[in-house]
């Protein structure tokens, strides 16, 4: 059974901080996906990494940026957060480079004062 | 890049009944097209996938539907229950790199 799990579920952070979201997974997936949702926009994709070292830009990569030193762990930095970032953030996984079903994490609740 | 639209954004039916949700898409490189359901509070679990492939798939009082000519694809949900209301979405991928590109969700309430 795919576990994927975040740090936090949920976040309060204010104007200007520096914030760390960590996702894990325990299926050692090679893809790993960090997505953003917002009512009537559905799920936006900001980064995701098909392995160690790597990153690919998404839809929505402004204001945000990535890590992934270990295969297992993928987190999205908020350099300097803003309100408008304020958001429910999720992270999936899966195991392949080709259509491959994405496993969600539970979602961490962020909100930015 | 891909585009999914999908539609209602909103849907009620009576328990019983059933529910039909459209998804269109752009690319006709798409080959994968997942649906997930999501309900309150909790995180998108996928429910049924098909491939392109294939028309049409089902799993118990669910099926999806293929038109690859058309581009678009359809969840049906049959004999519908309380348990049924969530967030549901489409997704449809390239295939290279998985990137799934996600419609903007249909609420889907059931009504007793």
């Known amino acids: 059974d795919v576990k994927v799990t975040q740090s936090s579920r949920y976040l309060v952070k204010r104007t200007g901080e520096k914030v760390f979201l960590e996702c894990v997974q325990d299926?050692?997936?090679?893809?790993m996906f960090w997505y953003r949702q917002d009512p009537g926009l559905g799920l936006r994709l900001i980064y995701f990494?098909?392995?160690?070292?790597?990153?690919e830009k998404g839809d929505i990569p402004e204001g945000y940026s990535v890590s992934r030193e270990k295969k297992e762990r993928f987190s999205l930095i908020l350099e300097s957060a803003s309100t408008n970032q304020t958001s429910m953030y999720l992270c999936?996984?899966?195991?392949?480079?080709?259509?491959?079903?994405?496993?969600f994490g539970p979602g961490t609740r962020l909100t930015v004062l | 890049g891909e585009n999914v639209e999908q539609h209602p954004s909103t849907l009620s039916v009576q328990e019983g009944d059933s529910a039909v949700i459209k998804c269109t898409y752009s690319?006709?490189?798409?080959?994968?097209f997942p649906w997930y359901k999501q309900e309150l509070g909790k995180r998108p679990q996928l429910i049924i996938d098909?491939?392109?492939?294939?028309g049409e798939k089902k799993d118990q009082r669910i099926a999806v539907t293929l038109n690859k000519t058309a581009k678009h694809f359809s969840l049906h949900i049959t004999e519908t229950q309380p348990e049924d209301s969530a967030v549901y979405f489409c997704?449809?991928?390239?295939?290279?790199?998985?990137?799934?590109?996600f419609g903007t969700g249909t609420s889907l309430t059931v009504i007793p």
């Open positions: 299926m050692d997936h090679e893809n």
């Open positions: 690319d006709s490189a798409s080959n994968y």
């Open positions: 999936a996984s899966s195991g392949t480079r080709g259509a491959d079903t994405q496993y």
């Open positions: 990494s098909y392995d160690v070292k790597m990153k």
């Open positions: 997704a449809a991928s390239i295939g290279t790199g998985n990137q799934f590109y």
């Open positions: 098909i491939r392109s492939n294939v």
